[in-house]
């Protein structure tokens, strides 16, 4: 007789002919869950690592450094992972970032960080930024500017038909539909 996960329903086939000694399938066929919700209700972060959720995708992140400078006197072989913490709106870096999965629909956490520049983690790093760069030709889809508080009525300078977003290279700019929900709200209450 075939039966059904008690989490998501999804059929599972019959728990009481699986047979193995490994943690996962005992709790298999304990619980009466499929393979995919125990394995997200059993997981374990690797020691001193805290969970992040970016873009759906569980990450654990550790050795948090601090952003002393742009630049980058520790050790050149060392990949670094910038954050920005979305309840906080500012930025770290991690030695280690492991991408655990994304999980099945009903385990599924709201994002509470995203990725970022090295710039962008040097600019965010006391906390929320404003740009004021009236004349940059991004600014309209720049996540930090803020057009109510710089400009007033009238534009500093007209964008030319055809610009291509992100083409002015600026270090610390965000485009404003990569960023995500969370990023938008905090932008809105600073306007």
Known sequence: MSEKCKICGKDCGDFTFRRSNSAIHRYIIKNHVCSECA???TRK???NSEELVIDGKVYAVSKKRKIVSMIRIDNP???YTYILRLDTMTSEVYEQCIEIGTPPEHFRKPDN???ITRGQAFVLKDGPFECQGKTCLDRYTCLFYMKEKVEGDAP???IPEGWVDGSEK???YIN???ANKKLLEWRNQRQ
């Open 176 to 178: 404003i539909s990569n």
């Open 39 to 41: 394995l997200w209700l």
């Open 170 to 172: 600026c270090k610390d």
């Open 77 to 79: 072989v060392l990949h």
């Open 45 to 47: 972060l690797p020691d």
């Open 113 to 115: 960080a995203a990725f």
């Open 156 to 158: 500093a300078t007209i």
